[in-house]
C-alpha cells in the first residue's frame, strides 16, 4: 500500500513562510511527476506547482516567485517552500504524486495525501 503523507503546514502572518514536505512510503518502484494543489473553501481544487523526476517545474502564475517546489528521489519526498505568503494562500494544500507500481507489471498509479491546512491571517 502507497501512502503519501503531508507535513508543516499552519497558522503564518502574512508575509511569512512555511515548508511543506510530502512522503511517499510503500512497495514503491519509482515516481514520476510530483506536485502541490490547493483548495480553499468554496473553490475548486488548484494546480500549485509541479516537479517532474528530472527536476523541470511549473508554478501557478499567483505563486511564481514566492513558492518553490523541490524533491529528494532518494527520499521520495517532495517540498514547497512558501515565502512572502498572503492570505488568499490560505487553503487545504494537496500532495500528488504518480507511483510507479508492480503487480505483475509496472504501472503508474495517481496518489493524493491527505492535505495539510494552511492559514496566513494576522
Known amino acids: 500500500q502507497v501512502q503519501l503523507v503531508e507535513s508543516g503546514g499552519g497558522l503564518v502572518q502574512p508575509g511569512g513562510s512555511l515548508r511543506l514536505s510530502c512522503a511517499a512510503s510503500?512497495?514503491?518502484?519509482?515516481?514520476?511527476?510530483m506536485g502541490w494543489y490547493r483548495q480553499a473553501p468554496g473553490k475548486e481544487r488548484e494546480l500549485v506547482a509541479t516537479?517532474?523526476?528530472?527536476?523541470?517545474?511549473n508554478y501557478a502564475d499567483s505563486v511564481e516567485d514566492r513558492f518553490t517546489i523541490s524533491r529528494d528521489n532518494v527520499k521520495n519526498t517532495v517540498y514547497l517552500q512558501m515565502s512572502s505568503l498572503k492570505p488568499e494562500d490560505t487553503a487545504v494544500y494537496f500532495c500528488?504524486?504518480?507511483?510507479?507500481?508492480?503487480?505483475?507489471?509496472?504501472?503508474?498509479?495517481?496518489?493524493w495525501g491527505q492535505g495539510t491546512q494552511v492559514t496566513v491571517s494576522s
Open positions: 510503500g512497495s514503491i518502484f519509482g515516481i514520476g511527476a
Open positions: 500528488n504524486a504518480a507511483i510507479r507500481l508492480y503487480s505483475g507489471s509496472y504501472y503508474y498509479r495517481d496518489c
Open positions: 516537479i517532474t523526476s528530472g527536476g523541470t517545474t
